[in-house]
Every structure is written in structure tokens, then in C-alpha cells.
């Protein structure tokens, strides 16, 4: 494997003079080499720099997954200036406090977005200008910068200090905090992807249908293969026709996804099943996974599903399952190289193997800080302890267990309840298809958990059958008390559920004001 380089641009041009003709980014009908990606985003980053663009400068990047989101990305860290990913499902009041936020300089956007650009331009500040991503009627078009022909800069990069990109959490449990990641950051990342997936240079092709501006897709399924001589296919929406298709035009070898899109593809026509037969290893990020999703798939279509972790803070990964050797059922894996992980409690103490404590991390791969925002970057470490805020413990073999967010934990008459594992029973029920846990405030109980549940399409279920199946396999303050059939389940782009939205819903059903 390829050692890392402290910054990407290097770390690119390293592997475009190693693979020059080797292919870079992938689409059914196209193909773009090393030595291709390397030359357009050498003449993006030397058009940035004769259009004023500084070092340190801060650019925004709206755009559907496509290899001119790669090509834009590498181009604004080429000319020494920091990518900052747009959630393409904001809305205009949330992408303006984002690229506020931010002071961008520039935003790049793709044309099939111009109608919600229009919506939040206002908000940009009068120097900031922008550039278009295909056909419209922008003054600034990445085809007319990439055909200027500039000589790209060459900054004076300091890895360990200078960001390449501002992330901007999910927003899952408030406003978004936008977490700083530095060239070292991501080059070690990226790294200790390659070695923990055992991924092969020449060989592997990243399938990505989760959104770029997501750190499990932009770290995993596009810097990784870049980085390191294998192939990245972009997926510009989660259609599993439209997926299928991709991985046999492309051969896609590693799918890169969330639990909901596993458990929809548990329920593929036998016919399409042919269309994975180049897939070797699946990955499952951004939420706990079910184990009866994951057994469902597996015997389904024979390939593993690999599932890890590891919040925005840490660029993203910190632990996945081994390819070779044991995988343990509901756990989230072993730390991946170069990164450290243990068990702390409220107090910052490390707690013994078997016993529940906060997850904490550190590392090459973990965040400098939150843009402008000190004393939640220090409220965050324990020392050089990062605390991730997931609730969880380590066997006496050293694999990581989570069983929930800090902040999901239910206090029912004075227990602790965790949503995950109400959850995991809901989704052994032969008719539930998606299931959310949370908790509710009750004036006799404290809390009391409430299941929202989505039941597989065409099937009679109602509340009172759910409450008995949990009844079997519960104890009696972890059942629920109430449960609610929904068609679906809110999410955010990267398919992740949204809890925050199932307790407003309760909220507003009962009448009293949002905490959130």
C-alpha cells in the first residue's frame, strides 16, 4: 500500500505519476484517468488563482456526486484554499447560514440547481462570486475556467494546520457546527481506510451513491481510491435501478452504503441479484445496522457486509469490522490503523472492558477543531481525547460496541433505556421495515419510549401487535408505551434518521413548544 503524503495535493499527484492511465473516476458510459484528473484539476486550481482566489480562502461546493465534484475539490485544494460541502437537501435559510458561516470567497454549484442558488444568493456577500457547473447563464463556468489553460500555484501548505475542508455536521440535534478538517486529517484517513478494507490499487472500484458533502462518502468512496490507485464511481441519486445498472456497467467492487438502503435491497427481484455478481465487499456507515438487515442481505446476495463507524469530527472512520477474520455481530469493528479508541466515563476515567462509558478517539485523523466556535471544540476533548458522544463499550477482544447516542439514552422511572436496543428487536418483526426509538417526557414516568415504525409494504400491522412482540423480548420499562405506523421515516441525505423531527412530531401532536 501506498504511504500516505501530509496533503492532498500531493498525495494525488503521487498516485497520478504511479497509475497515470490507470482509471480514476468511472461512469457507465465514460472513463477519466489519473493522468486526466490530475491535468483539470491542475488548470481548475491555476484559474482559482488568477481569479483572486488566496490561500486559506473558503469555497463552497454545491453539487449532486459526479466527477466534477471531484475535479472542483481537488482543483480549490490544488490552489491552497478549503472546500467547504453543501447539503443539497438545506433549505435556503440553512445553505445561506452555512456559507455565512463559513465567509465563503467562491461557490461553485451545479446547474440543476440554479432555481435554489437563486433562493439564498441574497445572502452571499457582494464579493462572493460564483461559478457554474454545466450549461447556464453564470458570468464564471467551470468550463471556461478549465479552458484558460493556467499553470496551477504552488502553496506553501502546512498539513497539520491547513484545512482542507470545513464539514458541516448534520444538524441531527440542532444547528450545524462546522468541523475543521486539515490536510493531515484526511491523507491519514483515507490511509487507514485503504489498509483496514484491504483495498487493492489497479483493482477495486468505490461505487458511491451516498452524497459527497457526507464525510463517510467524501473520505471513504472518493479521497480513498483516489488516493491510493483505485476507482471511484459517483452515483448521482440512491435508485436501486439506477444502481444496479451501475455496478454492471462499471464492475464496481466495493458498495458503499447506509442500513435503509441495505434493507431495501433485501427485497431486490431475484433477477437483479446478477448485477452484484462483480461486488466483493459491502460497507454500512452513518447508523447503527440492524443485524437482521445485515443477515438479510448477506444470505441474500453473499457478500459481506462490513460495518463500521465514526462521526465527522474523525474525517470520518475510526473502526470497521476486518475483511479477513472475525466479524461479531452488532459491533462496529476494531479501531482502524493509526487510530486509537477507548472507553471513558463522565468524569473521563477509562471504564473496564464490558462496561458502558462514552467513546472516545484520537489520532491523525481527528478534527482541528469547530470553525469559530472554541469553547465547543474544548467542551469536545478530554485531553487529546475526542468524545464522540455515543454510548458504548469494548469486549475483552477489543471490538467496539455501540448502544446509543448520549443524547438518545431514555430515562424511564429512573432506568437507563437504549433506543437501539428496542430498535433492534422492531426490526426482527417479519413486518416492520424501518423502526426509530425515542424518548418522550411523561410526568409519572420521567420519560417513556415511543416506537415509530414503517411496516413492509402490504402487510396488516397495528400497534397492539407491536407492543406484544416487544413484550417477548423486553423488559417491561423498555417497551414502548406508545407506537406509531408511519409510511415513512424522516432522513437526511445520507440516509440517516432524523430523531430530532420524531420528537418535534410528538411535540407538536401534544401540544407543548419544541426543546429543540
Not at 463552497?60 to 466527477?67: R, T
Not at 444547528?175 to 491519514?188: D, E, F, I
Request: net charge negative.
Amino acid at each position: 500500500m501506498q504511504r500516505a503524503h501530509a496533503d492532498i495535493p500531493g498525495a494525488f499527484r503521487a498516485a497520478a505519476a504511479r497509475w497515470p492511465t490507470a482509471t480514476a473516476i468511472a461512469l457507465p458510459d465514460a472513463e477519466w484517468s489519473f493522468r486526466e484528473v490530475d491535468q483539470l484539476s491542475d488548470r481548475l486550481a491555476g484559474a482559482l488563482a488568477v481569479q483572486g482566489l488566496r490561500e486559506g480562502d473558503r469555497v463552497g461546493l454545491y453539487c449532486p456526486n459526479s466527477p466534477e465534484f471531484a475535479i472542483v475539490y481537488l482543483g480549490i485544494v490544488k490552489a491552497g484554499a478549503t472546500v467547504v460541502p453543501v447539503n443539497l437537501l438545506l433549505n435556503p435559510k440553512e445553505v445561506a447560514f452555512i456559507l455565512s458561516d463559513a465567509g465563503v470567497s467562491a461557490l461553485f454549484f451545479h446547474a440543476a440547481l440554479t432555481e435554489q442558488v437563486q433562493a439564498f444568493r441574497h445572502c452571499l456577500s457582494a464579493s462572493t462570486w460564483t461559478v457554474s457547473i454545466g450549461a447556464g447563464d453564470e458570468a464564471a463556468h467551470l468550463d471556461r475556467l478549465l479552458g484558460q489553460g493556467q499553470e496551477p500555484p504552488a502553496p506553501a501548505l502546512d498539513p497539520a494546520q491547513d484545512l482542507a475542508v470545513i464539514l458541516y455536521t448534520s444538524g441531527t440535534t440542532g444547528r450545524p457546527k462546522g468541523a475543521m478538517l486539515t490536510h493531515a486529517n484526511l491523507t491519514a484517513n483515507a490511509l487507514s481506510v485503504a489498509e483496514g478494507l484491504e483495498l487493492k490499487a489497479g483493482e477495486d472500484r468505490l461505487l458511491v451513491v451516498l452524497p459527497l458533502f457526507h464525510a463517510f462518502a467524501a473520505t471513504v468512496g472518493m479521497l480513498t481510491p483516489l488516493l491510493h490507485g483505485m476507482s471511484f464511481v459517483p452515483v448521482p441519486r440512491f435508485e436501486p435501478a439506477l444502481v444496479n445498472d451501475c455496478i454492471a456497467a462499471t464492475g464496481a467492487t466495493v458498495f458503499l452504503g447506509v442500513p435503509s438502503m441495505y434493507a431495501l435491497f433485501s427485497r431486490l427481484e431475484p433477477d437483479k441479484l446478477v448485477h452484484w455478481r462483480s461486488v466483493r465487499v459491502c460497507v454500512s456507515g452513518g447508523a447503527a445496522l440492524p443485524q437482521a438487515v445485515r443477515q438479510a442481505f448477506e444470505e441474500r446476495f453473499g457478500v459481506p457486509v462490513l460495518e463500521g463507524d465514526g462521526p465527522t469530527e474523525c474525517s470520518p472512520v475510526t473502526c470497521v469490522n476486518p475483511r479477513q477474520g472475525v466479524r461479531k455481530a452488532g459491533s462496529v469493528g476494531l479501531p482502524v490503523p493509526n487510530v486509537e479508541m477507548c472507553i471513558l466515563d463522565d468524569l473521563g476515567r477509562p471504564v473496564p472492558d464490558g462496561e458502558m462509558g462514552e467513546v472516545c478517539v484520537r489520532g491523525p485523523n481527528v478534527m482541528k477543531g469547530y470553525w469559530n466556535l472554541p469553547e465547543e471544540t474544548a467542551q469536545s476533548f478530554t485531553g487529546d481525547w475526542f468524545r464522540t458522544g455515543d454510548l458504548g463499550y469494548r469486549d475483552a477482544d477489543g471490538y467496539f460496541f455501540l448502544v446509543d447516542r448520549k443524547k438518545d439514552l431514555i430515562i424511564v422511572n429512573g432506568m437507563n433505556v437504549y433506543p437501539r436496543m428496542i430498535e433492534e428487536v422492531l426490526y426482527r418483526h417479519p413486518k416492520i421495515a424501518e423502526a426509530a426509538v425515542v424518548g418522550e417526557y411523561h410526568r409519572l414516568h420521567g420519560e417513556i419510549p415511543v416506537a415509530h415504525v414503517v411496516p413492509i409494504a402490504g402487510a396488516q400491522l397495528d400497534a397492539a401487535e407491536v407492543r406484544a412482540w416487544c413484550r417477548q423480548h423486553l423488559g417491561r420499562h423498555e417497551v414502548p408505551r406508545r407506537t406509531l405506523l408511519r409510511e415513512s421515516l424522516p432522513k437526511n441525505a445520507a440516509g440517516k434518521i432524523l430523531k430530532r423531527e420524531l420528537r418535534r412530531d410528538g411535540e407538536l401532536e401534544r401540544g407543548v413548544a419544541s426543546r429543540d
